[in-house]
Every structure is written in structure tokens, then in C-alpha cells.
């Protein structure tokens, strides 16, 4: 079983930086592509960025310029670096990832808990 951990959320004012972690627990075999989406109260979840295990990335328009995704494959964390906060970026951010728990399995998604980020005016 595996488990994604994230950490860094918190409260910050307009124009400020956060950055986001998340680091898989427990055994498996491999992780492809990594990624940040979110969800404010009312809203659907949204993609927020994604990286491949080659590092390529993705971003939605909101925060192209402003946040950057990347990624330590020797230990299998994601990072988010958020700059230039916004009160619209206000919401809860999920780690995801594709992990192919042995050899011989295709990939499995999975989400981690959910961390709060809190931009004020």
C-alpha cells in the first residue's frame, strides 16, 4: 500500500510564496508522471500542474509564470514552488501520482490527503 504525504500548505498574504512537498510511503516499484491539482469550496478539481519521470511539465494557465513544478526521483518527491499567491489561488492542493506497485503491474493513481492554502487580500 502506498501512501502520499504532502506538507507546506499554510496561510500567506497576496504575493507571497508557499511550497508544496510530497514524498510517497510505503513499497512499490516505480513512479511516472507526478502531479499538483486542487479544489476550492464549490469547485470541481482542477489540474494545477504535472511532471513526467523525464521532467516534463504542464501547467494550467492560471499559474504559468507564477508556480513551478519539479520533481527528486532518488526520493520519488514532488515539489510545487508557488510564487506570486493570489486570494484566487485559495484552496485545497492534492498530490497525485501514477505508481506501478511491482514489475509485473501497470500503473495505479493515487491522491494524497490534501493540504489547505490560504491566500489573503
Known amino acids: 500500500q502506498v501512501t502520499l504525504l504532502e506538507s507546506g500548505g499554510g496561510l500567506v498574504q497576496a504575493g507571497g510564496s508557499l511550497r508544496l512537498s510530497c514524498a510517497p510511503s510505503?513499497?512499490?516499484?516505480?513512479?511516472?508522471?507526478m502531479g499538483w491539482y486542487r479544489q476550492a469550496p464549490g469547485n470541481q478539481r482542477e489540474l494545477v500542474a504535472t511532471?513526467?519521470?523525464?521532467?516534463?511539465?504542464n501547467y494550467a494557465d492560471s499559474v504559468k509564470g507564477r508556480f513551478t513544478i519539479s520533481r527528486d526521483n532518488a526520493k520519488n518527491a514532488v515539489y510545487l514552488q508557488m510564487n506570486s499567491l493570489k486570494p484566487e489561488d485559495t484552496a485545497v492542493y492534492y498530490c497525485?501520482?501514477?505508481?506501478?506497485?511491482?514489475?509485473?503491474?501497470?500503473?495505479?493513481?493515487?491522491w494524497g490527503q490534501g493540504t489547505q492554502v490560504t491566500v489573503s487580500s
Open positions: 497525485h501520482a501514477g505508481v506501478r506497485p511491482r514489475i509485473t503491474t501497470g500503473s495505479v493513481e493515487y
Open positions: 510505503g513499497s512499490f516499484y516505480r513512479i511516472n508522471d
Open positions: 511532471i513526467t519521470e523525464g521532467s516534463s511539465t
